[in-house]
């Protein structure tokens, strides 16, 4: 019987050491398990954060050579502007140029372009360049009285200062 209570006593033994073995070669793939999934999230985090930094690199370089261009054709606005308030007998001729700006305005306005507004405002030097001050006690301090030539701006990037005449 001693026997008998001893191999029963080493079976027991025996299946707890497998069990540990078992319980260790669980933990063990667990814990890779884990450091794998850790990795995966650590990886698709940076991959996400890098997709949002590429996309604003292309959006803040799309905006940099819309605002380029839009520069140089600025003058030409001006110019239709100008040619828009020169009185003329030729109501035809006055009528095509205003067709022409408005066309102009509306591609500028579709691409993101506004016009930076000034007359009543208060001087704001990121968006307003002052080419003169004068004194007026019905004006408030720092406010635009007059527009030399317009400015603009997409987004919060101005293209073009508004040239302006500041009050006291």
Do not use: C, W
Not at 19 to 31: F, H, I, M, V
Not at 137 to 151: L, M, S
């Amino acid at each position: 019987m001693a026997e008998q209570e001893e191999k029963e006593k080493k079976e027991v033994q025996n299946q707890e050491k497998e069990e540990n073995t078992e319980n260790n070669e669980l933990q063990k793939k667990q814990q890779e398990l884990d450091e794998l999934t850790d990795r995966y999230k650590r990886i698709l985090a940076e991959f996400e954060n890098h997709k949002k930094r590429s996309q604003k690199e292309r959006e803040g370089l799309y905006n940099s050579i819309l605002g380029d261009i839009i520069e140089i054709i600025l003058p030409i606005l001006d110019n239709l502007e100008n040619a828009v308030k020169v009185e003329t007998t030729d109501e035809n001729y006055k009528k095509g140029i205003e067709l022409v700006l408005k066309q102009f305005q509306d591609v500028l306005k579709a691409k993101g372009v506004e016009e930076i507004k000034t007359i009543g405002e208060t001087f704001d030097p990121e968006l307003h360049e002052a080419v003169s001050s004068v004194q007026d006690d019905n004006k408030g301090e720092k406010e635009i009285v007059q527009e030399y030539r317009k400015g603009y701006k997409i987004g919060h990037k101005v293209i073009r200062h508004s040239m302006v005449v500041v009050a006291n």
